[in-house]
């Protein structure tokens, strides 16, 4: 049967919505009616224009929230000042990555991991985001009858990439504690999922010391001969949202060009 577009006037809160895939996952989202409340860390001005621009474009609210992934602390505070703001959440997108000096110790060989520094920091920023973000988000998914949950993950915990052990092994952490949660809020009608992503052109991708080789050998591997754009994973993140998704939980949905088999 047909059923209407039960998305519109939704609420999407997602982490790290300034570029790349939480960008494009916000976009979807807002072009489809939901309303979104998106955070920035270091890109307020981005973040404030992007907000105005999806208000003017999809006629849904959009509002920027600070928020800083490795001050885990800070979830609580932004979640109050959303129920300012909005008077639902919907759905929960855990997609921010930290970059950069920290996770210096985390990126990089293994025999050149250090635990006390980088590689815990993507520990916070991956799998501590995730609990303190969906738990926030769970509390008020309860009393609108449901909701759901989706985190980014990356098919660097099913494949070798070069310098990738600190992420991938957070990775696979989380798409284990959304499995449970999945199993834990599936009384309150909430689903909890990840999507896990091949190499996709972003920021993130490009700071890789050997990005051009990724690129490269991405596109040698991909079944469809290109690399991955981050509106190839917007579209698994909000199907998995989505009333047709209604028995999809404690999943994850590869989105990889075909990379990780091939
Ligand atoms: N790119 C890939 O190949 C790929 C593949 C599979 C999965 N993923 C996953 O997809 C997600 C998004 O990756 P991306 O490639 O789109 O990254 P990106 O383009 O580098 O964007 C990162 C986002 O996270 C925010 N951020 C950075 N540091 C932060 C911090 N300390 N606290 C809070 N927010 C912070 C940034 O905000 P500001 O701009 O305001 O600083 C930005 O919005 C990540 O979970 C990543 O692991 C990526």
């Known amino acids: 049967m047909c059923k ?24 979807k989202f807002a072009c489809n009616g939901v309303n979104v409340a998106f955070t920035y860390n270091s890109n307020k001005e981005a973040a404030e224009r992007l907000g105005k621009e999806w208000e003017e474009k999809y006629g849904i609210k959009a509002r920027a929230y600070a928020l800083n992934i490795l001050e885990l602390d800070q979830f609580k505070p932004l979640f109050e000042a959303i129920d300012e703001d909005f008077d639902r959440v919907d759905f ?67 494949i070798y990439i070069e310098n990738y052990a ?22 309150y009608g909430i689903r909890v999922n990840a999507v896990s992503g091949g190499p996709i052109e972003t920021d993130a991708l490009r700071a890789f010391t050997n990005y051009e080789e990724v690129k490269a050998e991405t596109i040698k591997r991909s079944a469809l001969d290109r690399m991955g754009q981050p509106e190839d994973l917007a579209g698994a993140v909000y199907f998995l949202c989505s009333d047709d998704a209604g028995w999809i939980t404690g999943q994850t949905i590869i989105v990889d060009g075909g990379t990780t088999f091939k």
Do not use: C, D
């Open 4 to 27: 209407e577009n039960s998305m519109k006037g939704k609420t999407l809160v997602i982490t790290g919505a300034t570029k790349g895939i939480g960008k494009a996952i916000a976009e």
């Open 92 to 158: 929960f997108v855990s997609n921010a990555m930290i970059y950069g000096r920290s996770v210096v110790g985390g990126y990089g060989k293994f025999m050149k991991l250090r635990p006390e520094k980088g590689l815990t920091n993507i520990w916070i920023a991956t799998v501590g985001a995730f609990v303190k973000g969906a738990q926030e988000a769970a509390k008020r998914m309860q009393k609108v009858g449901g909701g759901s949950i989706v985190t980014l993950s990356s098919t660097g915990n099913l």
């Open 166 to 187: 600190g992420h991938g092994v957070n990775k696979a952490a989380v798409e284990t504690m959304a499995k449970y949660a999945a199993v834990e809020l599936g009384e």
